[in-house]
């Protein structure tokens, strides 16, 4: 590729980029898209709706920047939580490492480089006209002195980048451990943790702590159990009950089974939509409502004949007939109640929730898992810790997850249901990624013009038009691959959330580690060693030669890579600002539907879309630094972008669901490690490619030496993402002892892991009533 | 290799059993030679030495036979615990897979492969002339129908294996289970472990259950805890002892701080053999005594000096001059004792222990470990699971061995000369597999015979004589192989010794595996793959083609290995019968020395030693078993022979110094598996060379299949093998508490842990007290 084909693509990005720049910051002071813009702001209360015009609204301003850039860290780690805390820092980690990268890259290895004469001399009267290869270390003469200095850039890296993440590494686990650290212990804290002191206040530090330590949080004190047998003649709650109260009488504090609720959630979910159409109809005029109350009769019916079907379900599967009397008694009661609630058109009407709760306890399938929970954290962990059972398939234990963080469907599937979806999980992804082979060919046949030619010879002279051509390679292959690589993380969600995890944090982290492979095996590896699916496979069966296999092709794709980095990293993390789907959806919402009095919600940052994003172009840049260092001034740009943007995202748009406290750090961690060995892999396969082998040798130290580091951290950092330590436990419960409040709580605790289809459901025709939400589960 | 051949190998092996069997069967009677041959019995008092002599011991009888094939798993799991019972399982494992393998082999494969016309067609008039592939898979023809009876019976030995192994499995984790199982919980645990019940009758199991479950032990109740930081004025007892009695102040018992010995240890052992050199002098005649006092007093002095000098090293470490003023008058005070000692020749005197025991403790360095003990087994064990410090590399919990089973000297060792040892144990494992080429290569030599000749052509008429070709080809190399291997063991064992582990069971197991996995790599590997370490390196860089390679070459090599099973397992394990080197010893002892009043010394069986060879015929077994079926009578020979001598030793010789309570197991559960996977992968390259590709990719499953089993296996079994369930140890705990003798339990427990090299000793010049154990802290 030539320097103008990567400008033009560079030219195109920067006006977009600017676009949606300017479109933000007017869009943004318009009232009626604050639902799309500033959500977080708008729930918190913090924003008014001013629906006064002036024209000041209609200038593009830049007071966001400076606000977005003075976001301290403490502030973000109390608003947003660790997990946004973990992402910013991998941001400026990548940050830090290429701005010394790039001082290295530019100032000394490009120079070097552009010195070779292996390829052909660069031509310094005409720099568009060169190719991109000029610039790159494959334009260094075979056997060059120069090459040393390469070495020696190579050892630097990686010394540094080791040296930041040990950093942040002890950064983040000293505040994961402050989320539950009592006050006085901060000192205690610095010492083991040094150089978290250094850079921030002290006094900042104990607001935070300060902060996370003044509630007891559910999950804490609880754990789930899985595979429960039941005894002979009990239910699972029974067995339950007599386990923990035999082998834990002065912990155990109560426990709830997870019962499968799939089709009372539906049910719930249909008599949502009855009630919402109710109220519709009530807004109506009185000639149509008359029309559609027909309808709407039906409906109920409908429903009303669902759920005598449902309990019939629960009679069949009842053996006592005289539960299954009152059962029926009960379901009569309920038919009844439905009449009346059509009868009387909806209004004024609250569906009993305690007998809702009451009937559906009583007739749904056990699933052999159940929330215990104990009276202190360090007793919940002790038991989380230890095999249970003599048999040691039974009574598995697992850390809870916050109680708005449980992924309730997970429960309802059986466990072979569960093998087997963990079967089709891997198969879909392996499907996914053969599949996906079909738009990286394409891309490949865009940057191989002349290969596109001889594809599709009517194209020819379309082709033959410079400005055509360098859109056609420069711009178009990138932009395919993002809009490709759009659809990847929903489906590995969706993968993930049928394989088995019981907490949406969990799901997202295991989404996450599947799109970040998926990305570099599909984007790295395929432009890489372009070909088959097999032929890549059948390059990492031969271990020998992966060192001189991509030293030959890495660099050649150098150009490629850059024109990534500005369309897929640039644009879209430009187009992130404006949030163009959701504006969509706005746009088209108040096109059709006159209402706009839905609630707001405030949406949660899609962590395993983003963070494989960051990682790949970190990737990019320790892989490329020494063959290409033109690219580093591009990721600059991509990160410095991304910095200011989410930082703004974080106070106006995005809020967090649930937190997993900091654990996408260690995948944040072990790419890192990755980037670096793949880095010493293509340089020994460079070294020995340019005939300096004993660079190759002298480099093979280096790898050993980062996994040794890695371990070394895996020993030092890992346990404290995994689990707290004793020492902390005990002496957050013993602070607890003497606090009053601790009754209440544990009152609260024995139905906070409540399944919200059982919840209590509290339907009122109040019209001020619509703005809280419908289910009060969510409550606690 | 041709029949005959073999058939030289068998009859001179054959030989040599009937003539250790019968000089076994002589020598067993002689009273001289009772502490060879049952020191076991003696030690236990169950023998008086006879020494009426009538014509009765010079027959050879067979009475120790149906002796030792009486003895019952409940006799052996009592006498010699449940590593004996896993050894001897693992053999009757191999007996029950290799009689069934045997008889499809023998009568179904056999003649199928003897049907075969591809090599050359089978000589029935003259037998010993036809060359052994005949009766191996090479003789089948390409393409052959015949094939798909070796690929059922591949499935078969697959399916018969695995659900054996499950089997065995299952009740060794029962009887793991018993051994610290409350007594009215066995039925509950047959419920668990089916097929337990069915081949043990109940009665003797609870018998069984009865015996283990009588006393508590030491390492039940404590761990070991290193890398503890020292507190900034403290010492490191200080630090456990606030540590724990801040966080777990109701179940925290005592506490033992490990201390560097090594020099005491060896100024002790210095100490001992001038007092045998001392007891020596007392017995010999007068004239001979004053020439060796005048040596003897030197020795003395020396010692004494010594003993100065490391008062000098304690001295210059300890920084409070009050203290080492003490440490002054203590070892000047030591050093008039031993003039005491010389002056008096050393009779009738007592070395005052607890005088020694505070001189030491007071100036020996701390190790930054303890072990720390508790109140009761799931206290323990609780913190044994738990991350204890906020530094993960603080405080790090392990599980205490018992008490006379740990390995003192490891605990000498700093942390940074740990770690060196470790890496140079690496190092030494790869110098050791590379130098063993040698004697491999040569081994290769002579089973090619005219490639010896070319080597050394003066050999040429020697050779030609057929009994000489014979034994050199059938006989020779397996013998050179035997000895070599000989010394692998103790090697091995010494490289885990300084490997860091804490126990000598753990050293014994860590040693166990890496003879194994040395046997595979060095004999199977290198036989099969004759060639430099780095070719047979290559081969394994290049998985694709690896099962192509082993059919190659793995059926060639049959009857090397039939000549193997011979040498190396029959004749060695009758010479296991007769003890070679301790009768060597015993008659040394016998010329050199007259005394004959050493206490007996009853040996533990090495299974570092004895395990890998099991297995490794096991995997020959395996591999072979569709390839080469002759191969199997030998093996069964080996394991009947195995099996009725092994358990005749552990009647009469062999005595258990510690346990590893089944941990064995495991090791040999993964072999198994791994020689299954072998064979699947020789099946897919065979099915392939002889052109049944279906065959070739029918039989991929099966490898998968297994893996799937073994996960399942790991899952099942594993964790019990691992540590014990909280169910067991809580209920365990309770029985206790009603227990009488647990508070003197809990008395003794506190001092369980001194370190033997600085307990009291008593020398005693009384000449009965010579039987008794120079120290006394093998006794608690």
Same mark, same amino acid.
């Given at each position: 590729?030539?320097?103008?084909?990567?400008?033009?693509?560079?030219?195109?990005?920067?006006?977009?980029?600017?676009? &949606?720049?300017?479109?933000?910051?007017?869009?943004?002071?318009?009232?009626?898209?604050?639902?799309?813009?500033?959500?977080?702001?708008?729930?918190?209360?913090?924003? +008014?709706?001013?629906? =006064?015009?002036?024209?000041?609204?209609?200038?593009?301003?830049?007071?966001?920047?400076?606000?977005?850039?003075? @976001?301290?860290?403490?502030?973000?780690?109390?608003?947003? /939580?660790?997990?946004?805390?973990?992402?910013?820092?991998?941001?400026?980690?990548?940050?830090?490492?290429?701005?010394?990268? /790039?001082?290295?890259?530019?100032?000394?290895?490009?120079?070097?480089?552009?010195?070779?004469?292996?390829?052909?001399?660069?031509?310094?009267?005409?720099?568009?006209?060169?190719?991109?290869?000029?610039?790159?270390?494959?334009?260094?003469?075979?056997?060059? +002195?120069?090459?040393?200095?390469?070495?020696?850039?190579?050892?630097?890296?990686?010394?540094?980048?080791?040296?930041?993440?040990?950093?942040?590494?002890?950064? @983040?686990?000293?505040?994961?451990?402050?989320?539950?650290?009592?006050?006085?212990?901060?000192?205690?804290? #610095?010492?083991?943790?040094?150089?978290?002191?250094?850079?921030?206040?002290?006094?900042?530090?104990?607001?935070?702590?300060?902060?996370?330590?003044?509630?007891?949080?559910?999950?804490?004190? %609880?754990?789930?159990? =899985?595979?429960?047998?039941?005894?002979?003649?009990?239910?699972?709650?029974?067995?339950?009950?007599?386990?923990?109260?035999?082998?834990?009488? *002065?912990?155990?504090?109560?426990?709830?089974?997870?019962?499968?609720?799939?089709?009372?959630?539906?049910?719930?979910?249909?008599?949502?939509?009855?009630?919402?159409?109710?109220?519709?109809?009530? !807004?109506?005029?009185?000639?149509?409502?008359?029309?559609?109350?027909?309808?709407?009769?039906?409906?109920?019916?409908?429903? /009303?004949?669902?759920?005598?079907?449902?309990?019939?379900?629960?009679?069949?599967?009842?053996?006592?007939?005289?539960?299954?009397? !009152?059962?029926?008694?009960? %379901?009569?009661?309920?038919?009844?109640?439905?009449?009346?609630?059509?009868?009387? /058109?909806?209004?004024?009407?609250?569906?009993?929730?305690?007998?809702?709760?009451?009937?559906?306890?009583?007739?749904?399938?056990?699933?052999?898992?159940?929330?215990?929970?104990? +009276?202190?954290?360090?007793?919940?962990?002790?038991?989380?810790?230890?095999?249970?059972?003599?048999?040691?398939?039974?009574?598995?234990?697992?850390?809870?997850?916050?109680?708005?963080?449980?992924?309730?469907?997970?429960?309802?599937?059986?466990?072979?249901?569960?093998?087997?979806?963990?079967?089709?999980?891997?198969?879909?992804?392996?499907?996914?990624?053969?599949?996906?082979?079909?738009?990286?060919?394409?891309?490949?046949?865009? *940057?191989?013009?002349?290969?596109?030619?001889?594809?599709?010879?009517?194209?020819?002279?379309?082709?033959?038009?410079?400005?055509?051509? #360098?859109?056609?390679?420069?711009?178009?292959?990138?932009?395919?691959?993002?809009?490709?690589?759009?659809?990847?993380?929903?489906?590995?969600?969706?993968?993930?959330?049928?394989?088995?995890?019981?907490?949406?944090?969990?799901?997202?982290?295991?989404?996450?580690?599947?799109?970040?492979? &998926?990305?570099?095996?599909?984007?790295?590896?395929?432009?890489?060693?372009?070909? !088959?699916? @097999?032929?890549?496979?059948?390059?990492?069966?031969?271990? $020998?030669?992966?060192?001189?296999?991509?030293?030959?092709?890495?660099?050649?794709?150098?150009?490629?890579?850059?024109?990534?980095?500005?369309?897929?990293?640039?644009?879209?993390?430009?187009?992130?600002?404006?949030?163009?789907?959701?504006?969509?959806?706005?746009?088209?919402?108040?096109?059709?539907?006159?209402? %706009?009095?839905?609630?707001?919600?405030?949406?949660?940052?899609?962590?395993?879309?983003?963070?494989? =994003?960051?990682?790949?172009?970190?990737?990019?840049?320790?892989?490329?630094?020494?063959?290409?260092?033109?690219?580093?001034?591009?990721?600059?740009?991509?990160?410095?972008?991304?910095?200011?943007?989410?930082?703004?995202?974080?106070?106006?748009?995005?809020?967090?669901?649930?937190?997993?406290?900091?654990?996408?750090?260690?995948?944040?961690?072990?790419?890192?490690?990755?980037?670096?060995?793949?880095?010493?892999?293509?340089?020994?396969?460079?070294?020995?490619?340019?005939?300096?082998?004993?660079?190759?040798?002298?480099?093979?130290?280096?790898?050993?030496?980062?996994?040794?580091?890695?371990?070394?951290?895996? $020993?030092?950092?890992?346990?404290?993402?995994?689990?707290?330590?004793?020492?902390?436990?005990?002496?957050?419960?013993?602070?607890?002892?003497?606090?009053?409040?601790?009754?209440?709580?544990?009152?609260?605790?024995?139905?906070?892991?409540?399944?919200?289809?059982?919840?209590?459901?509290?339907?009122?025709?109040? !019209?001020?009533?619509?703005?809280?939400?419908?289910?009060?589960?969510?409550?606690?």
């Amino acid at each position: 590729m030539l320097v103008s084909a990567i400008l033009t693509s560079v030219g195109i990005n920067s006006a977009l980029c600017v676009l &949606f720049f300017v479109l933000y910051s007017i869009l943004k002071k318009q009232p009626g898209y604050y639902e799309v813009f500033i959500p977080r702001l708008l729930a918190e209360g913090n924003s +008014k709706r001013r629906s =006064r015009f002036n024209l000041e609204r209609l200038i593009p301003s830049t007071g966001w920047l400076p606000k977005a850039w003075k @976001l301290s860290e403490e502030e973000m780690l109390s608003s947003s /939580g660790l997990d946004a805390v973990v992402y910013m820092r991998t941001i400026t980690f990548c940050l830090k490492v290429f701005s010394f990268a /790039g001082i290295i890259g530019i100032f000394i290895l490009l120079p070097v480089n552009c010195s070779g004469t292996e390829l052909h001399q660069i031509d310094f009267a005409d720099l568009y006209s060169n190719s991109l290869d000029v610039f790159t270390i494959s334009n260094i003469n075979l056997g060059s +002195k120069w090459l040393w200095i390469h070495f020696s850039s190579v050892y630097a890296i990686t010394i540094f980048t080791c040296y930041l993440l040990y950093r942040v590494s002890s950064i @983040l686990c000293s505040y994961r451990l402050l989320s539950i650290l009592i006050l006085a212990e901060f000192d205690h804290l #610095q010492s083991l943790f040094p150089g978290t002191v250094t850079e921030y206040n002290y006094i900042s530090s104990k607001r935070i702590a300060y902060f996370y330590s003044s509630r007891p949080q559910p999950h804490q004190f %609880t754990i789930l159990v =899985r595979n429960i047998p039941a005894s002979a003649g009990g239910s699972v709650s029974d067995s339950v009950e007599s386990f923990f109260t035999e082998y834990y009488p *002065t912990t155990y504090l109560s426990h709830i089974i997870v019962r499968r609720t799939s089709k009372v959630q539906s049910l719930i979910n249909d008599a949502k939509q009855l009630y919402k159409r109710l109220l519709h109809l009530q !807004s109506e005029p009185s000639e149509q409502k008359c029309k559609q109350a027909g309808l709407f009769g039906q409906k109920v019916d409908h429903y /009303g004949k669902r759920f005598e079907d449902l309990e019939q379900n629960a009679r069949l599967e009842q053996s006592e007939v005289s539960l299954a009397k !009152s059962t029926i008694t009960e %379901t009569y009661q309920y038919t009844i109640f439905l009449k009346y609630f059509k009868s009387h /058109g909806g209004s004024n009407c609250t569906l009993n929730g305690m007998f809702h709760n009451k009937f559906f306890t009583h007739h749904l399938q056990d699933t052999h898992a159940a929330f215990v929970s104990f +009276k202190t954290r360090y007793d919940a962990s002790t038991v989380f810790h230890m095999q249970q059972s003599i048999n040691p398939t039974h009574w598995l234990t697992e850390e809870a997850p916050q109680p708005n963080d449980v992924f309730w469907p997970f429960f309802s599937s059986s466990f072979m249901g569960r093998w087997i979806s963990k079967l089709a999980v891997v198969v879909a992804c392996i499907l996914l990624t053969i599949l996906f082979l079909i738009p990286v060919v394409v891309v490949q046949g865009l *940057t191989n013009l002349s290969q596109l030619e001889v594809w599709f010879p009517f194209l020819k002279s379309i082709l033959t038009i410079a400005f055509v051509s #360098q859109i056609v390679t420069g711009y178009l292959p990138s932009l395919i691959l993002m809009l490709f690589l759009k659809i990847v993380p929903p489906i590995m969600e969706f993968l993930s959330s049928i394989q088995g995890y019981i907490s949406h944090s969990e799901i997202e982290r295991s989404a996450c580690n599947k799109v970040l492979w &998926f990305t570099i095996w599909n984007i790295f590896f395929a432009t890489v060693f372009s070909g !088959s699916v @097999l032929y890549r496979i059948s390059i990492f069966l031969d271990p $020998k030669n992966i060192p001189s296999k991509l030293a030959a092709v890495v660099p050649a794709q150098a150009s490629f890579f850059i024109a990534y980095v500005v369309t897929s990293g640039w644009t879209s993390t430009a187009s992130e600002l404006v949030r163009i789907i959701p504006l969509i959806c706005s746009l088209m919402t108040k096109c059709c539907a006159a209402s %706009t009095d839905d609630e707001i919600e405030v949406p949660s940052i899609p962590y395993h879309r983003d963070i494989p =994003r960051v990682l790949f172009f970190g990737l990019l840049g320790i892989a490329y630094f020494f063959l290409a260092p033109v690219i580093l001034p591009f990721l600059l740009v991509y990160f410095c972008l991304a910095y200011i943007i989410f930082r703004n995202q974080f106070i106006n748009v995005y809020a967090p669901k649930y937190e997993t406290a900091g654990k996408f750090w260690p995948i944040v961690h072990n790419l890192v490690i990755f980037s670096l060995v793949l880095m010493h892999v293509i340089a020994v396969g460079i070294f020995s490619l340019k005939k300096l082998p004993l660079a190759s040798t002298l480099i093979l130290p280096l790898p050993v030496l980062t996994l040794l580091f890695n371990e070394y951290c895996r $020993k030092r950092f890992l346990p404290v993402f995994k689990a707290y330590p004793a020492e902390i436990l005990i002496k957050k419960d013993r602070e607890d002892q003497n606090d009053a409040t601790m009754s209440e709580f544990f009152d609260k605790l024995v139905t906070t892991y409540q399944d919200p289809a059982l919840m209590p459901i509290q339907y009122c025709a109040d !019209s001020d009533s619509l703005n809280r939400p419908l289910l009060s589960s969510a409550e606690m």
